[in-house]
T-cell receptor, first 115, second 113 residues
Framework: AQSVTQLGSHVSVSEGALVLLRCNYS??????LFWYVQYPNQGLQLLLK??????LVKGINGFEAEFKKSETSFHLTKPSAHMSDAAEYFC?????????????FGQGTRLTINP | DAGVTQSPTHLIKTRGQQVTLRCSPK?????VSWYQQALGQGPQFIFQ???????QRGNFPDRFSGHQFPNYSSELNVNALLLGDSALYLC????????????FGDGTRLSIL
């Protein structure tokens, strides 16, 4: 069964500092991988996805993630944090297959930005 | 272009009651998935509908049921509500043309008293 582990339920960085949110997955075959962001009282917004093209994936709002098969990781980074980046971030995995597949989410990482 | 819309936004019920939540998918999407997000947790997959049939189901009891209509909109029904059913219920839609990501609505916050 697939699973996702997000290391660190809370991450705090200073404005302008590097953001690094960690995600490791467990899957028998290379899956599809996603990062979503959730702001208070809202649904989930897709930041970026890995579906088999380049291993370095660029997303919205300056975020990017690198798929490393050998480490079964898909960490999310942003070179310079902004106050508006404060939110909950979820890593998710799904099977490859015909049509849409269910998403399996990690527990989430709450990102706090210090001024 | 409207995204995924869910109604109602908030709902309060008591134990033992039944509830129906509604979802309209993003234009051009034909697949609807439902997720339950308990406070402080990641979303958990409930089930997915495509062509008006349940195609996949997560580890949820039969008290959770759903329906998809010809216009692709969907309903989630929960019977015999328990306190533990209190959560944010998220609807996500996607298309089946190749692999496409799921787009989420803002959810329905269900509170059970």
């Amino acid at each position: 069964a697939q699973s996702v582990t997000q290391l660190g339920s809370h991450v705090s960085v200073s404005e302008g500092a590097l953001v690094l949110l960690r995600c490791n997955y467990s899957s028998s075959v290379p899956p599809y991988l996603f990062w979503y962001v959730q702001y208070p009282n809202q649904g989930l917004q897709l930041l970026l996805k890995y579906t088999s093209a380049a291993t370095l994936v660029k997303g919205i709002n300056g975020f990017e993630a690198e798929f490393k098969k050998s480490e079964t990781s898909f960490h999310l980074t942003k070179p310079s944090a902004h106050m508006s980046d404060a939110a909950e971030y979820f890593c998710a995995v799904s099977d490859r297959g015909e049509g849409a597949q269910k998403l399996v989410f990690g527990q989430g990482t709450r990102l706090t930005i210090n001024p | 272009d409207a995204g995924v819309t869910q109604s109602p936004t908030h709902l309060i019920k008591t134990r033992g009651q039944q509830v129906t939540l509604r979802c309209s998918p993003k234009s051009g999407h034909d697949t609807v998935s439902w997720y339950q997000q308990a406070l402080g947790q990641g979303p958990q997959f409930i089930f997915q509908y495509y062509e008006e049939e349940e195609r996949q189901r997560g580890n949820f009891p039969d008290r959770f049921s759903g329906h998809q209509f010809p216009n692709y909109s969907s309903e989630l029904n929960v019977n015999a509500l328990l306190l533990g059913d209190s959560a944010l219920y998220l609807c996500a839609s996607s298309s089946t043309g190749g692999y496409q990501p799921q787009h989420f609505g803002d959810g329905t916050r269900l509170s059970i008293l």
